[in-house]
């Protein structure tokens, strides 16, 4: 694992005067990007070829005659063959003589390997190096691990398909969409059984990767992902804040709810199952006298992380969190670096992060924002790892 200390050392080299924000382009690229103009931070980002259109096209900044900022949020655009290119030893190079601290998002660590992330990409990563790897449910030392050890709740766990009694969901990737997934319902064996081979036939899921699902308990209630923001460099203030929450739009889980019992029940077979790809995102607020425990969940994440993961948790994570009748929150799954539906809160920002900063700030702003007060305070070494 590249350790703290190297990318200190690399950052040593770094003219902080010059710093660019780099990223996957992908996921929250967007939210990097704009926070980063806010903030006047120039950004680069890394995307692959037929995919760069958004950033390259449509939203890229174009400055007036002064050199101020007219349009657009997105300074500079790499273009790869794919995007697990980046992690090249000439595209480092370059990141390292260009001062890019780079901002891991879910694309970053889906599309490129996870070995290489940890123990080659020589580029100063803003946030917490070590923590990528526990997002992978296939891993012994997991989220869910980390949970336990904060004393989080989260959805008990079902070892043996027979064991099902009530409503469960299964947990695993899609065979044909890797980076989405192949998650389906069940209350009983006997449905495992019934749509495990249902899928399995429609080549949404395979055999092998089922015998490695997460099988949980299904808690019923609204589902809201936190957002927070951990601040190593803040003083005498809350280092932990909560910037805002979202939900999500699911494909095409979305759409069967949206019809009445009885017309679901006429649909032929291949649309039987919904599928749960997320393909877009909401704002959402959490009724006031509940904020406490979600900011005690906060908390007891950033303790754990720092105890078992150290340096611990840095900058943006996200608990992806359901309530259940009794109002109690529990963690289904963790984000440990800027979440999924942050680019809903792109310009407007988050509304308890703007409450909190008396203006407008979106995860992207407050990454930026972080790194800005950071080189001011000659800190940054505290955000790199």
């Known amino acids: 694992m590249i350790s703290p200390k ?22 929250s690229a967007l939210d990097i990007c704009d926070g980063s103009a806010d903030e006047e931070i120039p950004n680069v980002v890394f995307s692959q070829k037929g995919r760069d259109a958004t950033y390259d096209t449509y939203l890229k900044t174009v400055r ?31 990141m390292r003589a260009n001062n890019v601290l780079y901002v891991p998002n879910r694309s970053f660590t889906s599309y490129c390997d ?4 940890e123990k080659r990409f020589e580029v100063p990563l803003l946030g917490s190096r070590n923590m990528l790897r526990m997002e992978e449910r296939d891993e012994k030392e997991n989220y869910y691990a980390l ?19 009530e409503l469960a969901i299964v947990k695993l990737h899609h065979a044909k969409k890797k980076l989405e ?47 927070f923001f951990y601040s190593p460099i803040t003083r005498g203030e809350a280092k932990l804040e909560l910037l805002g929450v979202d939900w999500r739009f699911e494909s095409s889980l979305d759409g069967h709810v949206r019809i009445p019992a009885s017309q679901q029940m006429t649909l032929p077979p291949s649309q039987h199952i919904p599928e749960m ?11 006031e006298s509940l904020l406490d425990k979600v900011y005690d969940m906060g908390e007891r994440f950033v303790a754990a992380s720092q105890a078992h993961y150290k340096p611990g948790m840095i900058g943006a994570f996200c608990l992806q969190t359901v309530v259940d009748k009794d109002m109690q929150f529990h963690v289904y799954d963790v984000a440990p670096r800027i979440g999924g539906g942050t680019n809903v809160h792109v310009a407007v920002g988050h509304p308890y992060a703007n409450m909190l900063w008396r203006q407008p700030m979106s995860t992207g702003r407050r990454i930026a924002l972080e790194v800005r007060r950071a080189v001011a305070l000659d800190r940054l070494d505290r955000l790199v790892t």
């Open 6 to 27: 190297d990318a200190q050392l690399w950052l040593g080299e770094y003219d902080s005067k010059r710093i660019k924000l780099g990223v996957t382009g992908s996921h």
């Open 64 to 94: 007036g005659a002064t050199g101020k900022r007219e349009r657009g949020c997105v300074d500079e655009v790499v273009r790869l063959e794919k995007f697990a290119d980046q992690l090249s030893p000439r595209w480092q190079k370059w």
């Open 114 to 117: 996870l070995d290489e992330i």
């Open 147 to 165: 949970l336990r050890k904060a004393n989080l709740r989260s959805p008990e766990e079902i070892v043996d398909p027979k064991s099902i009694r």
């Open 181 to 227: 997934r192949g998650f389906f319902t069940c209350a009983s064996h006997e449905e495992f059984q019934v749509k495990s081979k249902e899928l399995i036939a429609a080549g949404t899921i395979t055999k092998e990767d089922l015998g490695n699902a997460r099988i949980e308990r299904y808690i019923i209630g609204p589902v809201f992902n936190c957002n």
């Open 277 to 287: 790809t997320v393909v877009g995102h909401n704002t959402a607020t959490i009724r």
